[in-house]
């Protein structure tokens, strides 16, 4: 079977180091001002951004690429803990949009702060069977596996 | 390797409705297990079933949803004839994790530049 080459993950690890203080870099997340300047992919620019950061509240934010595009995405926070914390959902406002769940944590160590990003999707469509907490660990350890038994199989 | 750029994925009329059945398909630990061994080569029903402590009828209702969300096909013989994995689907997971991955390594460089000038600046880092 010639399957093309899995990911590792499914749900999205990302983990960084800046230097800067823990509160500096919570703070960033918090503000329209501030989010502007950083967020979206390289080349993109922030024409809108607004946040109610507190849990229950929303954010959107439009992103628009170097050719002109516009791209909305919205959410809600489901759990904020200064300074180490912060669950949001992010959903872009296209059809059909599949939900995910980011969790974001920041850690002091030496130097500055480690953030850890960690997103899943949270499928919506169909409520029964959904083990959607448990999803990013269970997809982790699945594609594992996959990918331990397609290297065993070659 | 062909360059995607970050806008071509959402163009694509793949439909994100078709992403989110595979996920939601997906979002069941017997049914990601049998993905997983599917993942190893063809199995029957009777193979399939083996290792999960549930009655043939049960495993096929899991069966038709991954078959139904494309993730699987079967043979018309549902008994004897193998079920195959159809990895297309999950390579459409993939991508659209690529995507993620994307605007958020881009995001931190960013944040990386911009906290960067924030410090040299002096500002200051408290509410």
Not at chain 1, 52 to 72: A, L, V
Not at chain 1, 103 to 131: A, I, K, N, W, Y
Request: one cysteine or more.
């Amino acid at each position: 079977m010639n399957a093309p080459p899995l990911k590792k993950e499914i749900d999205l690890t990302i983990t960084r180091v800046f230097y800067a203080p823990r509160p500096l870099v919570f703070k960033v997340w918090t503000t329209a001002e501030h989010l502007a300047r950083w967020w979206g992919p390289k080349d993109f620019t922030v024409p809108a951004v607004a946040t109610d950061f507190r849990e229950g509240g929303t954010w959107r934010s439009c992103i628009r690429s170097p050719e002109g595009q516009d791209y909305w995405a919205r959410g809600t926070y489901r759990e904020i803990v200064p300074p180490s914390r912060i669950v949001l959902s992010f959903t872009w406002e296209e059809e059909d949009a599949t939900d995910t769940l980011i969790t974001v944590t920041f850690e002091e160590v030496t130097g500055g702060t480690r953030l850890t990003f960690h997103q899943v999707p949270f499928p919506t469509r169909e409520s029964r069977d959904s083990h959607a907490e448990g999803w990013g660990e269970c997809m982790d350890r699945l594609l594992a596996y996959v990918a331990t038994h397609r290297e065993a199989a070659q | 390797m062909q360059k995607t750029s970050w806008l071509n994925y959402r163009r694509v009329k793949c439909g994100m409705d078709r992403l989110s059945s595979t996920l939601s398909a997906l979002a069941d630990p017997t049914r990601r297990a049998i993905i997983a061994r599917l993942a190893a080569g063809e199995a029957t029903v009777n193979e399939l079933a083996a290792p999960f402590d549930m009655s043939l009828p049960a495993v096929s209702k899991h069966l038709k949803v991954l078959e139904r969300a494309g993730l699987i096909s079967r043979g018309r013989n549902a008994q004897w004839r193998p079920c195959r994995l159809e990895a297309g689907r999950l390579k459409e997971i993939a991508d659209w994790v690529e995507r993620y991955r994307r605007f958020w390594e881009g995001s931190f460089d960013r944040l990386d530049s911009y906290l960067d000038e924030l410090q040299r600046d002096g500002k200051p880092d408290h509410i």
